[in-house]
Antibody, heavy 117, light 107 residues
């Protein structure tokens, strides 16, 4: 059974960079034709796709965040990561990592990141 | 970008009754549509992909239909564990996008 777990600081100051890591267990991040995604959800609101990475390293980012987002993969650690720069209060949300073909079928439990000074 | 619109925002249903949720895309997504269920404090759970294919382990009371721009998720007989928020998601065009959700609450 594949499991995903997000980790990283729960509090980030405005204008700084948010960094999260998703650790995959129960399977290799290199196996299968899966996309590995970051999705976020502000409190009481809907879901927003941040971006995705394929095991080849190919990435796609949401145009609304593209200039601030970097997603990378470390196959040796079975992890993929998110960096979001120049954060503001609007970036406060629960951040999920997820695996899927075109539809995520495995999700992490989510981690709350608050942007505040 | 494709905009996904779900209706109604809230659906009040009695246990055992049928629930019908709608999702509309701003342009055709063919059958490249998925449905998710989310309960408070939990990650979304995949229910349906390909507009009508149930994911592994999803009960038969959940069914999806539609193509193009109009889609429906039907829960044939609501159980207590089905009261949650439901999201549709298109994966035809990047950025993949979710609807704003429909909350199914107990009547």
């Amino acid at each position: 059974q594949v499991q995903l777990q997000e980790s990283g600081p729960g509090l980030v100051k405005p204008s700084q960079t948010l960094s999260l890591t998703c650790t995959v267990s129960g399977g290799s991040i290199s196996s299968g034709s899966y996309y590995w995604s970051w999705i976020r959800q502000p409190a009481g609101k809907g879901l927003e796709w941040i971006g995705r990475i394929y095991i080849s390293g190919s990435t796609k980012y949401n145009p609304s965040l593209k200039s601030r987002v970097t997603i990378s993969v470390d196959t040796s650690k079975n992890q993929f990561s998110l960096r979001l720069s120049s954060v503001t209060a609007a970036d406060t949300a629960v951040y999920y990592c997820a695996r899927g073909l075109l539809w995520p079928d495995y999700w992490g439990q989510g981690t709350l990141v608050t942007v505040s000074s | 970008e494709i905009l996904m619109t779900q209706s109604p925002a809230t659906l009040s249903v009695s246990p055992g009754e049928r629930a019908t949720l709608s999702c509309r895309a701003s342009q055709s997504v063919y059958t490249n549509l998925a449905w998710y269920q989310q309960k408070p404090g939990q990650a979304p759970r995949l229910l349906i992909y390909g507009a009508s294919t149930r994911a592994t382990g999803i009960p038969a009371r959940f069914s999806g239909s539609g193509s193009g721009t109009e889609f429906t998720l039907t829960i044939s007989s609501l159980q207590s564990e089905d009261f949650a928020v439901y999201y549709c998601q298109q994966y035809n065009n990047w950025p993949w996008a979710f609807g704003q959700g429909t909350k199914v609450e107990i009547k």
